[in-house]
């Protein structure tokens, strides 16, 4: 029983919470500094160097540095921290908060000189005196010549509060860790698609059931031809095909349905559809040169003795070219060309988008632990503030105290003073 009281003493003590908090945030800053969930070919290009005879790339994959946020070991930083501030919590700031509640009094004259702020009256109201602290939101209580009046109490509060959200906060980023995933998907527009290429996935992690359909796929330009932003039609549908929702999303846009979110990230021209001698419809693979990535499209069309098509932007002009490289005219989508022996329409380019898809149960508890934190602060600039007053005759003993803004406070009760003067 002693040892579990002094594991309890020990895990509500400042200290070893503040040194957590350290070592928490101090993984934090080397995750964010590490790239993660990286494959091990990336560490051993980018991560060479030489630390007691061991490449560094060996030491972030043998400690988990390369996945810090879902390693058992900074789950298990979080649980001790939680744990923590829960004893802090029970320990500390509930008994703090009890003891203020209470209401006690000073009944002898030399008490009120321990106070930070004291003084002496003569010859003033008891009655006005309290008025002007009910005025100013004080709560009064009286017994018989004694008289005790505090406001504020909410400050007290936000400690609590605090603890509280950053519970939350815990307990969302290790749900998060445990049952999260992240998917990244190529799609065709127009098609069907379940999720299915996750990137990084944990123990508990569950594949939900629905399946997305992209509507539709686009780009704008600026007037000197960069791209200014890409979209995408997505539609969330149930195992029946019913449509759940649909919205389209962009950089900076996503898509959020029930804890998924839908990214838009990226995209690419997986294709082009002609139509051959007026009959014949192919759908033919595009390539990109090595290191031309998104900046030139090379496709070829069957049964035409070599014809190249080019094209270096996705609004349609195409650049076609014979077997010896030799230019021959610009063609647009649905334009056709037509020679002795064949022609062909370019009917359209085949889109693929490039999708991001996370699922964070936890991310409700983070947000509302830190909405929760943001009031907490608000709160805590309350003072909490105490007022005794011994009457002995004509003699008013009046003194105070309060936890913060000492000047105003002092300021407040001479003012009063002066006032009933």
């Not at 009457?391 to 105290?401: A, D, L, P, S, V």
């Amino acid at each position: 029983m002693k040892i579990r009281v002094n594991i309890i003493k020990y895990l509500a003590n400042l200290k070893f919470a503040i040194v957590l908090l350290i070592g928490i945030a101090s993984l934090s800053i080397l995750g964010t500094v590490i790239e993660q969930d990286q494959t091990i070919e990336f560490y051993k290009i980018n991560y060479q160097q030489t630390l007691f005879n061991i490449k560094a790339w060996q030491i972030i994959i043998q400690f988990g540095l390369n996945n810090i946020f879902k390693t058992s070991w900074f789950i298990g930083l979080l649980i001790i921290f939680g744990s923590s501030l829960m004893c802090c919590t029970f320990i500390q700031q509930l008994p703090i908060l009890k003891n203020a509640k209470k209401i006690f009094f000073y009944r002898k004259s030399n008490q009120f000189y321990k106070l930070p702020l004291n003084s002496k009256i003569q010859n003033i109201s008891t009655g006005n005196l309290l008025n002007k602290l009910i005025i100013k939101n004080y709560l009064t209580y009286q017994q018989k010549n004694i008289f005790y009046a505090y406001k504020g109490l909410s400050g007290r509060i936000a400690p609590i509060i605090v603890h509280f959200s950053l519970l939350l906060i815990l307990l969302g980023a290790v749900i998060g860790s445990l049952m999260g995933f992240n998917s990244q998907e190529l799609i065709p527009k127009t098609e069907n698609f379940r999720i299915q290429k996750l990137v990084s996935s944990n123990i508990f992690t569950y594949l939900p059931t629905i399946s997305t359909r992209v509507n539709d796929f686009w780009i704008t330009y600026k007037q000197n031809n960069i791209i200014d932003q890409f979209y995408t039609d997505l539609s969330i549908l149930d195992s029946s095909g019913n449509e759940l929702k649909r919205k389209t999303i962009s950089v900076n846009k996503p898509l959020q349905y029930k804890n998924i979110t839908y990214y838009q990230t990226d995209w690419d021209i997986m294709g082009t559809r002609i139509r051959l001698n007026n009959s014949e419809i192919y759908q033919i693979p595009t390539v990109t040169p090595e290191k031309m990535n998104k900046t030139i499209w090379i496709t070829w069309l069957p049964k035409t003795k070599g014809i190249n098509v080019i094209y270096d932007n996705s609004r349609g002009v195409n650049a076609i070219y014979n077997s010896f490289g030799k230019f021959i005219t610009y063609l647009d989508i649905g334009e056709s060309y037509k020679t002795s022996t064949y022609n062909f329409q370019i009917i359209d380019l085949i889109y693929i988008t490039g999708l991001q898809i996370k699922v964070d149960p936890g991310i409700l508890l983070i947000y509302t632990g830190f909405g929760l934190l943001m009031i907490s602060i608000l709160i805590s600039y309350i003072s909490f503030s105490q007022i005794w007053i011994l009457r002995q005759q004509k003699t008013i003993f009046i003194g105070g105290r309060t936890n913060r803004a000492q000047i105003n406070f002092e300021i407040e009760i001479l003012n009063i003073i002066l006032e009933l003067k």
